[in-house]
């Protein structure tokens, strides 16, 4: 039975492909208005994990629910209730800002009189006036990454997917971006979010860290620290990686 205070609940979730296990029996559960870390090296299995999760990849076995809703079987029902925003793509670079969020609001379903006084609130809020009618890829990553975010949630869902959003990304917009990730937390939207930074493990409310496509430790930043008798994150995650605790 699902718990209703849970956002996300995943047990047992496995993703083979050709005999090779990319996510490895990974259970986890993330509650209403939390920040969820997915943290680990490229190929430990986050991004996989998140595809599933947004109906992207059909699981190899295990189960997962997102609102409430099954990943197997009800996979049309999630896409209206979350937002997800790739590492690879997000935006139309051939498009302006305004016509990249008037083209995700449609595919959303949101009325126009919604959707315009959503882009204008974005783009206030970003400072993007001079830029609403210049080709996305004329932005600068940092601005690039802040719209895909606004993008993803432009049509308020209720959990976000994040995957590696900040990468190649300078540390002052890191930081405006961690701003907005806890604002929109604040309002009671689940996000989860994979990253390789240790500084940003520290951000979140809980994470796990992933190692050859499963978890291998799970909780908040302080009692992990703890757990490991660690000072950082970097630390926490070399004694978890390498078994010594």
Known sequence: MQNK?????????????????????????????????FLGANGAGKTTAIRMLCGLLKPTSGTA??????????????????????????LYE????????????????????TLKRRILNIISRLQ?????????????????????????????????????????????????????IYE?????VSILITTHYMDEAEYCNRLCIMSEGKISAIGNPAQLKKDTASDSMNMVFQKVINRKI
């Open 184 to 188: 929109v937390a604040s309002q009671g």
């Open 128 to 180: 993007m006036r001079t830029f609403a009618n210049q080709r996305v890829t004329s932005l600068p990553l940092g601005q690039r990454q802040k719209l895909a975010f606004s993008t993803a949630i432009l049509h308020t869902p209720q959990v976000v997917f994040l995957d590696e959003p900040t990468s190649g990304v300078d540390p002052l917009t890191r930081r405006d971006f961690w701003n907005m």
């Open 65 to 90: 629910f997102i609102m409430g809703y099954n990943v197997l079987t009800q996979g049309k029902e999630i896409r209206k209730h979350i937002g997800y925003m790739s590492q690879k793509f997000s």
């Open 5 to 37: 205070q849970n956002s996300i609940s995943v047990e047992n979730l496995c993703k083979t492909f050709d005999g090779f296990k990319a996510v490895d029996s990974i259970s986890f559960e993330v509650k209403q208005g939390e920040i969820f870390g």
């Open 94 to 113: 051939d498009l302006t800002v305004v016509e990249n969020m008037e083209l995700f609001g449609t595919i959303y379903g949101m009325d126009k009189k």
